[in-house]
Each structure stands twice: as C-alpha cells, then as structure tokens.
C-alpha cells in the first residue's frame, strides 16, 4: 500500500526558516518522482515543483524558482521543502505527492499547514 | 507558463443529473490534462489522466475528452459523494499547473 506521510503543522514568523518532510512508503526509490502542491483560499492549488530522489533532478514552477528548495534523502524515501526566509504569504496547506509516469499526482500525503505571521 | 481556467465556477446539480465542466488552457497541450476531486478537509484525489484514462478505481461514470486546448469532465448520473470541487491540472514539459477549481453542488 502506498501512504505518504507528512511532518505536522508549523507555525513561524516571517524571516524564519522552516524544512518540512514527507515519507513515501510503497514507492520506488528508481521510479517516482515526488512532487510539492501548495493550497490556499485565495489561489487554490497551485504547482511547487518535484524533485527525482535518485539523483535529486528537481523541476520548479517560474512562481517558485528561487522561494523554495526542493530535497530528497533516497535512502529513506522522503522529501524535503525548504525555506530559508518565509514571508506571510508562504502561509498555506503543503502537499506532497507521487507521480505516475505521465506527470500526474496519483498518491497524496495529509498535507502539512503551514502559517506565518509577520 | 500555461493558465488554465474553468468553467463554470459553480454548478448546482441533483442528485442522478450529468455534470459537465470545462477547462480551457492558454496554448495547447496536447492531451496532458488531468482532472481531480476534492472534498472539505482532504487532499485532492486523481481521477483521470492524459484527458480521458481513468485513474485506478475511479467509477466509469467520470469521463474525460478533448485535445489541444480544450477540455470536458463529464459526470454522468452524479451520485451523493460526487459533490465536490473538480480541478484540471496541466503538466506540459514536466511543469504543472492547475486551474481554479469548479464546485459541484447540491442543487
């Protein structure tokens, strides 16, 4: 059975910096991409980016580049979204996700609630 | 980066009625588009991919079509936990985006 499974809600003041997780059981270190999707009320969902753990390739939306760094410790088959200076709006619900071969989401973690006060 | 909307914002349906939402993207993306569903409080989940395959264990009763730029989810008899918000998700070149949702509600 595939589960991903998240770190717990974080919450921080603006200039802080924060690195949340996410376990993937069931999936293949060889094979699957893991990919970050952020929601919130006033965007809905939107695209982070995703990162290959065997060799760490990472792809990022143009509306994250540079905000957020994407990891991954393949031994342990988890994911990492790193922030090194979060602002109010980087508050939001993270999800981390699997993808299939075509790109597309098709497991999906808890989410991770992240907020942060100025 | 490729926008997608959609179409309409709301819809209010009954019970047993067929849904139809759309999804339009601001150039074409052959047919990678998914769409998925999501309820209060839980994480989206995948329903179909590449416009019309479904995902494993989604009831034939979702159904996806179009190519290019333009885009269909069909519901055919909507049944009680269908009532959701429905997002199409694109993933040209490995980059994704989704479009802003269309809510599905209790007429």
């Known amino acids: 059975e595939v589960q991903l499974v998240q770190s717990g809600a974080e919450v921080r003041k603006s200039g802080e910096s924060l690195k949340i997780s996410c376990r993937c059981s069931?999936?293949?270190?060889?094979?699957?991409?893991i990919g970050w999707v952020r929601q919130t009320p006033e965007k809905g969902l939107e695209w982070v980016g995703i990162?290959?753990?065997?060799?760490?390739?990472?792809r990022y939306s143009p509306s994250f580049q540079g905000q957020v760094t994407i990891s991954a410790d393949k031994s342990i088959n988890t994911a990492y979204l790193h922030w090194r200076g979060l602002k109010a709006s980087d508050t939001g619900i993270y999800y981390c996700?699997?993808?299939?071969?075509?790109?597309?989401?098709?497991?999906w973690g808890q989410g991770t609630q992240v907020t942060v006060s100025s | 980066e490729i926008v997608l909307t959609q179409s309409p914002a709301t819809l209010s349906l009954s019970p047993g009625e067929r849904a139809t939402l759309s999804c339009r993207a601001s150039?074409?993306?052959?047919?990678?588009l998914a769409w998925y569903q999501q309820k209060p409080g839980q994480a989206p989940r995948l329903l179909i991919y590449?416009?019309?395959t479904r995902a494993i264990g989604i009831p034939a009763r979702f159904s996806g079509s179009g190519s290019g730029t333009d885009f269909t989810l069909t519901i055919s008899g909507l049944e009680p936990e269908d009532f959701a918000v429905y997002y199409c998700?694109?993933?040209?070149?490995?980059?994704?985006?989704f479009g802003p949702g269309t809510r599905v509600d209790i007429k």
């Open positions: 150039q074409s993306i052959s047919n990678y």
């Open positions: 069931g999936c293949s270190s060889t094979r699957h991409w």
């Open positions: 998700h694109q993933r040209d070149n490995w980059r994704g985006t």
């Open positions: 590449d416009t019309s």
């Open positions: 996700a699997r993808l299939i071969s075509t790109a597309d989401f098709d497991f």
């Open positions: 990162i290959y753990p065997p060799d760490s390739d990472t």
